[in-house]
């Protein structure tokens, strides 16, 4: 398995995750750079005012602010996450993200090959 589906401009890069994606009004913008069998790492830009309805996930998945703010309600519960900070969020439970202003995140998903019950 490896690395075989690692962004192949990133490989033996020092980056920062918040240059990979450019904020853009009205946009919600995505950079995937790892799309394996072991999971995803996403980063993510929100304009201001840009929003995710509510969804589930079959993994468990890991947001990590790197710019701004956003409020992440999880199962009606609702988390302010702010540069820095990182969130944990279960698989199967509905979840949806505000941006009130900028922001970017990077999302991490941890797919698993043990059944979940």
Same mark, same amino acid.
């Given at each position: /398995?490896?690395n075989?589906? *690692?962004?192949? +401009?990133?490989r033996?890069? $020092?980056?920062?995750?918040?240059d *990979?994606?450019?904020?853009?009004?009205?946009?919600?913008?995505?950079?995937?750079?790892v799309?394996? +069998?072991?999971?995803?790492?996403?980063?993510?830009?929100?304009?201001?005012?840009?929003?995710?309805?509510e969804?589930?996930?079959p993994? +468990?998945? /890991? $947001?990590?602010?790197?710019e701004?703010?956003a409020?992440?309600?999880?199962?009606?519960?609702?988390?302010? $996450?702010?540069?820095g900070?990182?969130l /944990? /969020?279960?698989?199967?439970?509905?979840?949806? *993200?505000?941006?009130?202003e900028?922001?970017?995140m $990077?999302?991490v998903?941890?797919?698993t090959?043990?059944?979940?019950?």
């Amino acid at each position: /398995m490896g690395n075989r589906n *690692l962004s192949p +401009d990133m490989r033996n890069k $020092v980056f920062k995750f918040e240059d *990979l994606v450019e904020t853009k009004p009205d946009s919600i913008v995505s950079r995937t750079l790892v799309d394996d +069998d072991s999971g995803t790492v996403t980063v993510f830009a929100f304009g201001a005012g840009q929003s995710l309805s509510e969804h589930t996930a079959p993994y +468990d998945a /890991m $947001v990590t602010a790197l710019e701004g703010e956003a409020e992440i309600t999880i199962s009606g519960e609702k988390h302010r $996450v702010r540069k820095g900070e990182t969130l /944990m /969020m279960p698989a199967r439970e509905p979840h949806a *993200l505000s941006a009130p202003e900028d922001f970017k995140m $990077v999302l991490v998903m941890i797919r698993t090959s043990k059944t979940q019950d």
